[in-house]
């Protein structure tokens, strides 16, 4: 029987640890789809040829299977792009290795594409500097917030050039859009008094 | 030096720069850095909060952080040492230092350029005055200019001249042994006996309050730091009364900017009073038998190890007319009918009982419908908390959470460390019966010693500092001059805490930390002299019986 098993397994909730997993699977998918099309060419030449009208319901049954895998393709696809998206707003627009080693030429190519698109967009709000839309996702209370680090972060610069070292344990009184990405990261703490 | 004007001379000096806090593990210093931390989250002055257990910490973290930042603020560490010697910092690097340790080390005094200390110059200090330790050197360079000089005079002078030149020369050897005598012997005075002066707490409420940026919460926290140097017998009697009255200023100045309006403050808001409030240790979150039964002061004077003394306990009860199934029940759950006269009731009984001071002057906050606190159990709490020995914790994951417990918003956090409280007094407790039980304590020639040994229960409790300075107090109080030993299994150290001798006068100098490091000094004894506090060392256990041997000489 028709193999729906694979694209079912295929929208799961793709687990960036299955990645090798995925891309079996995908390829399996797109296997079954071309032998659905092979299997169909040859009844349709065969049903056109000899006239056999009873050929014509499994043929459309084939074709009904093949656009179901396309659907289900399209749409992990797409998924997959909302994601990398999300991920310019998380990460910033250096990804991490082990975030990039699991995309793909095209993916990295589109993922650039949006980044572009989104920094010319940037620019062209709030005069001539352009607005950086992806700090303060949330409305701030105050220029300067207390944090914790949580984790052994080694060294990291803020904007006058002075270098804080960020060990465990220690708490910093810094300026907030400049710990945003690290309390994403779960690197920092903010600690509220 | 010591520093004139607060404001200006630190302040101001920070005000737009970054700086790093070094904080001492003891809850005065926590107070102290939860006032500076507000205070520089009002005006946005950068910092770094990074807290050092002991001496080596403290130049790890003065070596990472001294190419970035100009500016240290140490708070209860560095004044009673050479600070410069140790660190070596460059020029540039300036320390602030509020220490409530003395004596302040003569160095620190008298340095114009890096050293400043945030301590009122008259806070009992008696600092030698300059000329009686440092001595100019210029004085030798003219010697010998003079004497070169001279040398190119003709042979029959030059000889004249040169009798008279070694005159004056020895003259000038022997003024000079004399003066390195008298220094020596001024110096040893000064720096003989550890003690301790005004918290730091207090020390930087006053600086917020010449800011005018003080806040109830910082008021708290300074009295909490305040407790805490009295419930860990850090000052005098007289010390803690002048400062009570000098918060209870303070308190009412705060209590009457609501007075006045018609609408009193929500309940919600922070209110902290006065409180002329019974000596037993975490009263109201306890049940009052088991309050009596493991506080020091009541323990000691019932001498409740003994069975005679179990039976005056009950005795006590019965004649305040306290039913024992209300004593023995939590606090808050006992008979409003007996809650509203205890504190003159209990007074009263133990007057009879020989217990004078049962009552103490502190102060009390309450905010909310269910939350009440005294000072005291705020210090045994975040004290708990601090120094809780739980395995995966490391220090510095126990700084953090002491330090969170004392804001507002964490109540949980203060629960469990009052929770903590309860079960390390009533450690002590029992440690404190076992060893007078079992007459563990020896007397060892001028002090008595008393040797924890690897088995006890809740030994590893006692492994920490100040839990086990308070096992010593405990003890101490009927009995005199003590040292305690406390087994760290890991390591393979002991740590030795030295109390000197309890007295109603006492002025709670200390003289074991200068004892501890001669003796360490003429056995070779391989000892860690790490915490702020010099009354406190490891030892490695081989050397624990030459050591004591050493000591014994010493003080005899």
């Not at chain 2, 302040?104 to 009122?120: A, E, G, S």
């Not at chain 2, 005004?198 to 309050?209: G, P, R, V």
């Not at chain 2, 004392?406 to 309860?422: E, P, T």
């Amino acid at each position: 029987m028709n193999r729906h098993q694979d694209t079912e397994d295929q929208i799961s909730p793709t687990k960036r640890s299955h990645h090798k997993d995925q891309e079996d699977g995908l390829r399996q998918v797109l296997q079954e789809m071309e032998a659905l099309y092979e299997q169909n060419q040859s009844d349709v030449n065969e049903a056109k040829s000899e006239g056999r009208a009873k050929l014509i319901p499994s043929i459309k049954l084939r074709h009904c299977c093949l656009l179901r895998n396309q659907r289900c393709v399209t749409a992990y696809l797409y998924d997959r792009l909302l994601r990398i998206r999300a991920l310019r707003w998380e990460y910033g627009s250096v990804l991490p290795a082990n975030v990039r080693f699991h995309m793909c030429a095209e993916e990295l190519q589109w993922f650039s594409q949006y980044k572009k698109s989104l920094a010319s967009f940037m620019r062209s709000l709030g005069g001539n500097e352009g607005l950086d839309i992806t700090q303060d996702m949330k409305p701030p209370k105050s220029l300067y917030i207390e944090v914790r680090c949580l984790k052994d972060h080694g060294e990291f610069e803020i904007d006058d050039g002075t270098v804080i070292l960020l060990k465990k344990n220690s708490q910093h009184f810094l300026p907030r859009w400049k710990c945003e990405q690290l309390i994403r990261q779960g690197v920092l703490e903010h600690v509220v008094s | 030096m010591f520093i004139a004007d607060i404001r200006k001379d630190f302040y101001e000096v920070v005000a737009n720069q970054r700086v790093v806090l070094l904080v001492a593990p003891d809850i005065d210093a926590l107070c102290a850095c939860k006032i500076l931390q507000a205070l520089f989250h009002c005006d946005q002055i950068q910092y770094t909060l990074v807290p050092v257990t002991g001496w080596q910490e403290l130049g790890t973290a003065f070596l990472e952080h001294k190419e970035q930042f100009r500016y240290f603020v140490l708070i209860n560490c560095g004044a009673n040492v050479d600070l410069l010697e140790m660190l070596q910092p460059d020029d540039d690097s300036i320390f602030f230092i509020c220490d409530t340790h003395r004596p302040v080390d003569v160095v620190n005094v008298y340095n114009d350029t890096q050293i400043k200390l945030l301590i009122k110059q008259d806070d009992d200090l008696s600092v030698p005055s300059y000329d009686d330790i440092f001595r100019d050197e210029d004085e030798e360079g003219e010697d010998s200019g003079n004497e070169s000089d001279e040398g190119s005079e003709p042979s029959g002078k030059r000889r004249r001249f040169d009798e008279g030149a070694v005159e004056r020369r020895i003259e000038r050897q022997r003024a000079k042994r004399e003066w390195e005598a008298r220094r020596r012997e001024i110096l040893f005075d000064y720096e003989q006996y550890e003690y301790h002066g005004t918290s730091a707490a207090m020390m930087f409420f006053e600086l917020a309050w010449v800011l005018t940026k003080d806040t109830k919460d910082m008021l708290w926290w300074a009295i909490i730091g305040l407790t805490d140097q009295w419930v860990h017998d850090k000052i005098t009697n007289m010390k803690y009364v002048t400062d009570i009255a000098t918060m209870q200023r303070h308190v009412s100045r705060h209590n009457h900017r609501n007075e006045d309006e018609e609408n009193s403050l929500s309940i919600d808001c922070m209110r902290i009073s006065f409180e002329y409030d019974l000596r037993l240790t975490l009263y109201q979150h306890w049940s009052l038998y088991e309050s009596i039964y493991n506080s020091c002061y009541t323990s000691c004077s019932f001498k409740l190890w003994t069975l005679n003394g179990q039976k005056k306990l009950q005795e006590f009860l019965a004649d305040m007319g306290l039913p024992l199934k209300q004593v023995r029940q939590k606090f808050n759950s006992m008979d409003m009918s007996i809650k509203e006269n205890l504190r003159d009731v209990i007074e009263e009984s133990s007057n009879k009982y020989g217990m004078k001071d049962i009552r103490i002057q502190t102060f009390g906050v309450h905010f909310g419908f269910k939350n009440r606190f005294l000072a005291s159990d705020m210090v045994h709490a975040t004290a708990a908390l601090l120094e809780s020995a739980e395995k995966d914790d490391s220090e510095t994951d126990n700084f953090i959470k002491a330090l969170d417990a004392l804001s507002r918003s964490n109540i949980d956090r203060l629960h469990s460390g009052i929770a903590l409280a309860k079960k390390k007094l009533i450690a002590i407790q029992q440690t404190v019966a076992s060893c007078i039980c079992t007459n563990l304590i020896l007397s060892q020639g001028p002090f008595l010693y008393c040797y924890l040994m690897e088995g006890t229960p809740d030994v590893k409790l006692f492994s920490k500092p100040m839990a086990l300075t308070l096992l010593c107090k405990y003890l101490l109080k009927s009995l005199c001059s003590f040292t305690h030993g406390v087994l760290d299994v890991e390591k393979g150290t002991v740590i030795v805490v030295g109390i000197p001798p309890e007295s109603e006068t006492s002025d709670k100098k200390n003289f074991f930390g200068r004892a501890f490091e001669k003796a360490a000094e003429s056995t070779s004894s391989r000892t860690l002299h790490d915490h702020f506090d010099t009354s406190i060392i490891e030892l490695k256990t081989e050397d624990r019986s030459k050591f004591l041997d050493a000591l014994i000489t010493l003080l005899s």
